[in-house]
Antibody, heavy 113, light 107 residues
Framework: QVQLQESGPGLVKPSETLSLTCAVSGYSISNGYYWGWIRQPPGKGLEWIGSIYHSGSTYYNPSLKSRVTISVDTSKNQFSLKLSSVTAADTAVYYC??????WGQGTLVTVSS | EIVLTQSPGTLSLSPGERATLSCRASQSVSSSYLAWCQQKPGQAPRLLIYGASTRATGIPDRFSGSGSGTDFTLTISRLEPEDFAVYYCQQYGSSLTFGQGTRLEIK
């Protein structure tokens, strides 16, 4: 059974970098699929942040591209998100997902001083 | 960039009724890459339909998806109490696009 689990700080200060990791179990990232990050601000809809292929090719939402880096570590079977220069508008539940079809449970990240 | 527009924004129905949710794309979407998911408060989205019409594992057969090109539909044949939630259509692949959601509420 494939499972995805997000981890990382729940509180980040404005102007700092948000860092999250998604650990994948039950499936090897090296075997394929796009692995991505999606976020959902409180009370709002879903926003795609970006995706990475097992080869390392990345695809980012144009509206966030200048601040986003997604990387993959196939040896640990995990992938990561870095979002720089955060503001309160980046407060959201962050989900990792396989191909946007299989989701982690999500983790709330609050941007506040 | 593909924009997905869902209608209606809110749908008020009673248990036992039939629900029809619409998703319209700004340009043609490959049916292979159109999905529907359900989200309940405090929970992650749950995949219902992928490839426009294929039910995900464990999804009851009262849920069905149809459509092609720019117009897609999610139908719930007979609403159960647990079906009242928010539904999103999404286009997936190397990038993802989500509709704004349809809230299905109890009338």
């Amino acid at each position: 059974q494939v499972q995805l689990q997000e981890s990382g700080p729940g509180l980040v200060k404005p102007s700092e970098t948000l860092s999250l990791t998604c650990a994948v179990s039950g499936y090897s990232i090296s075997n394929g699929y796009y692995w991505g990050w999606i976020r959902q601000p409180p009370g709002k809809g879903l926003e795609w942040i970006g995706s990475i292929y097992h080869s390392g090719s990345t695809y980012y939402n144009p509206s966030l591209k200048s601040r986003v880096t997604i990387s993959v570590d196939t040896s640990k079977n995990q992938f990561s998100l870095k979002l720089s220069s955060v503001t309160a508008a980046d407060t959201a539940v962050y989900y990792c997902a396989r191909q946007g079809l299989m989701w982690g449970q999500g983790t709330l990240v609050t941007v506040s001083s | 960039e593909i924009v997905l527009t869902q209608s209606p924004g809110t749908l008020s129905l009673s248990p036992g009724e039939r629900a029809t949710l619409s998703c319209r794309a700004s340009q043609s979407v490959s049916s292979s890459y159109l999905a529907w998911c359900q989200q309940k408060p405090g929970q992650a989205p749950r995949l219902l339909i992928y490839g426009a019409s294929t039910r995900a594992t464990g999804i009851p057969d009262r849920f069905s998806g149809s459509g092609s090109g720019t117009d897609f539909t999610l139908t719930i044949s007979r609403l159960e109490p647990e079906d009242f939630a928010v539904y999103y259509c999404q286009q997936y692949g190397s990038s993802l696009t989500f509709g704004q959601g349809t809230r299905l509420e109890i009338k």
